[in-house]
């Protein structure tokens, strides 16, 4: 009897001890899931998501001192006699500097400098002016500039405002703002962010051009914290309408065609840290904020100089092959060329968006 029992119990053994090990397994497994969550998914969104359809690129042809007669017929066009009104439409948050480098490279070109901001966040916290608050910095653009502000609703404490709802209401507020700007039939509009700014010479190269297409995205240089952190040529949100009363100001997929190579699109560059934070907890994408210590100054220093990510996490790829590519820190660039003029022309006051100057204060 004993040696069969014994023979038993060690025939036992194995399921016991797997038990065992899954038992303690099993909390560490929960608790990696629930921390990295949203990584993991991220991970796996070749599997879950299908990409936007693709887009059609229209060639971009430019160099310094070509005349516009021969560049509109490059892309198929013909030479206006005279340019369309250009009208600039941007809902503003926080990004003064942006601002202050897209006013300056669109001055020339720009018949009104349209500029809506809310005195609430996306996600209804009540939020500075901050334009109002420092508008003799943009004295130079006084006369295009015609500003508008939103009144925000402030959630109720502990809630939050749905931050995309609050944001298409904005959009519909710029419709109204536009029309008493002025714009009209014929008429150019720039649908973007304040960080995404066309190169004038994209925007010269529209207005004078007759034959452009009603709706048309613009392909930006993708670069996040400053210029020295190039990230990739995805940026597509921007677009400009040659303007009619169907118009509607939006920010998203409107139109299969898109212009190459048009222009800059620089996320969280800001001069400092403080505004980092704002920017994190104040827009659409505030539930990524999951952790208090993300607000740290040094955490978000750390992260910058190293051209990481502040949220912790994955890049939005839709096949593994270029998720694995852009995994890891964006490599550094020692390039300063191809940038905004004003920019280069104000290189020590705006230090921390080119090679080298990622500390912030
Ligand atoms: C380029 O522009 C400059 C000044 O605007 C002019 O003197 C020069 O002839 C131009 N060069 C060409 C090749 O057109
Ligand atoms: C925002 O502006 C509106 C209209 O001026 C005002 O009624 C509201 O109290 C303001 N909200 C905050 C948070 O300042």
């Given at each position: 009897?004993?040696?069969?029992s014994?023979?038993?119990?060690?025939r036992?053994?194995p399921?016991?001890?797997?038990?065992?090990?899954?038992?303690l397994?099993?909390?560490?497994?929960?608790?990696?899931?629930?921390?990295?969550?949203?990584?993991?998914?991220?991970?796996?969104r070749?599997?879950?998501?299908?990409?936007?359809?693709?887009?059609?690129?229209?060639p971009?042809?430019?160099a310094?001192?070509?005349?516009m007669?021969?560049?509109?017929?490059?892309?198929?066009?013909?030479?206006?006699?005279?340019?369309?009104?250009?009208?600039?439409?941007?809902?503003?948050?926080?990004?003064?500097?942006?601002?202050?480098?897209?006013?300056?490279?669109?001055?020339?070109?720009?018949?009104?400098?349209?500029?809506?901001?809310?005195?609430?966040?996306?996600?209804g916290?009540?939020?500075?002016?901050f334009?109002?608050?420092?508008?003799?910095?943009?004295?130079?653009?006084e006369?295009?500039?015609?500003?508008?502000?939103?009144?925000?609703?402030?959630?109720?404490?502990?809630?939050?405002?749905?931050?995309?709802?609050?944001?298409?209401?904005?959009r519909?507020?710029?419709?109204?703002?536009?029309?008493?700007?002025?714009?009209?039939?014929?008429?150019?509009?720039?649908?973007?962010?304040?960080d995404?700014?066309?190169?004038p010479?994209?925007?010269?190269?529209?207005?004078?051009?007759?034959?452009?297409?009603?709706?048309?995205?613009l392909?930006?240089?993708?670069y996040?914290?400053?210029?020295?952190f190039?990230?990739?040529?995805?940026?597509?949100?921007?677009?400009?309408?040659?303007?009619?009363?169907?118009?509607?100001?939006?920010?998203?997929?409107?139109?299969?065609?898109i212009?190459?190579?048009a222009g800059?699109?620089?996320?969280f560059?800001?001069?400092?840290?403080?505004?980092?934070?704002?920017?994190?907890?104040?827009?659409?994408?505030?539930?990524?904020?999951?952790?208090?210590?993300?607000?740290?100054?040094?955490?978000?220093?750390?992260?910058?100089c190293?051209?990481?990510?502040?949220?912790d996490?994955l890049?939005?790829?839709?096949?593994?092959?270029?998720?694995?590519k852009?995994?890891?820190?964006?490599?550094?660039?020692?390039?300063?060329?191809?940038?905004?003029?004003?920019?280069?022309?104000?290189?020590?006051?705006?230090?921390?968006?080119?090679?080298?100057?990622?500390?912030?204060?």
């Amino acid at each position: 009897m004993a040696p069969r029992s014994h023979r038993l119990s060690s025939r036992r053994a194995p399921p016991r001890f797997f038990f065992v090990i899954l038992l303690l397994l099993l909390p560490v497994l929960i608790f990696v899931i629930f921390t990295n969550g949203r990584k993991i998914s991220y991970f796996f969104r070749p599997l879950w998501d299908n990409p936007p359809p693709p887009f059609q690129h229209l060639p971009h042809y430019y160099a310094e001192n070509v005349s516009m007669g021969h560049l509109c017929r490059l892309h198929g066009w013909s030479p206006r006699s005279e340019p369309r009104r250009v009208f600039d439409g941007i809902i503003f948050s926080n990004e003064l500097d942006m601002l202050d480098l897209r006013w300056r490279e669109l001055h020339p070109f720009v018949t009104k400098f349209v500029i809506l901001e809310a005195n609430t966040t996306f996600t209804g916290k009540p939020k500075p002016l901050f334009y109002a608050a420092n508008r003799n910095r943009f004295a130079f653009a006084e006369g295009k500039i015609v500003h508008g502000v939103f009144p925000g609703r402030v959630a109720s404490r502990g809630s939050r405002e749905d931050p995309f709802i609050l944001e298409s209401q904005q959009r519909g507020a710029m419709n109204g703002l536009l029309r008493r700007a002025g714009i009209s039939n014929g008429d150019m509009l720039i649908m973007s962010d304040t960080d995404e700014i066309p190169s004038p010479h994209t925007v010269k190269l529209l207005q004078w051009c007759d034959g452009v297409p009603p709706v048309l995205h613009l392909e930006l240089r993708n670069y996040m914290y400053s210029f020295e952190f190039p990230v990739d040529y995805s940026s597509w949100r921007a677009t400009i309408h040659i303007y009619d009363h169907w118009t509607q100001y939006r920010h998203s997929r409107q139109a299969d065609l898109i212009l190459s190579d048009a222009g800059w699109h620089c996320s969280f560059c800001f001069r400092h840290l403080r505004e980092f934070v704002f920017k994190m907890t104040a827009y659409s994408h505030a539930d990524r904020v999951r952790r208090k210590d993300f607000m740290r100054h040094s955490r978000i220093q750390k992260l910058i100089c190293g051209g990481e990510d502040l949220f912790d996490m994955l890049p939005e790829e839709y096949s593994f092959r270029e998720l694995i590519k852009k995994m890891g820190p964006i490599p550094h660039s020692a390039s300063a060329v191809h940038l905004p003029a004003y920019l280069i022309e104000n290189a020590e006051k705006f230090k921390f968006l080119l090679p080298g100057g990622c500390l912030r204060s």
